[in-house]
């Protein structure tokens, strides 16, 4: 399960290379995070991504009205969901059935 936290400047985390992302290291390589609300997505002690708040607001469409932690808590929900099991049914496309009819006539022919 995935973890969405807001930059604190003082949580230190592993990248997923093995190396040590302390704040310092996390703001020399996203200077944009000290002007900007930031979230890391987080599994485990692994922070896989830094993130800009206010884009993952836009992306999944999320309230600006509500605050950023009920934001974080919203989008990782969103992260968080399995994406639905495509319908299946039981009935055969038209492709299928102009396959079968084809098949059935190329049969017939012999």
Known sequence: MLRLV?????????FPNGD???PDIIIQQ???ITH????LEVNGDVCQAVMNLKALRGIHNIDESITED???AALE???NTP???PVVSDEPTAEERIAASLEYQNLMMM
Not at 36 to 39: A, D, E, L, P
């Open 77 to 79: 929900v969103i992260i």
């Open 36 to 39: 900007f609300t930031h979230v």
């Open 70 to 72: 009920e934001a974080i």
């Open 6 to 14: 807001k930059f604190d400047n003082q949580t230190t985390y592993m």
């Open 30 to 32: 996203f200077p944009a």
């Open 83 to 85: 994406p639905p099991e």
């Open 20 to 22: 040590i992302a302390t």
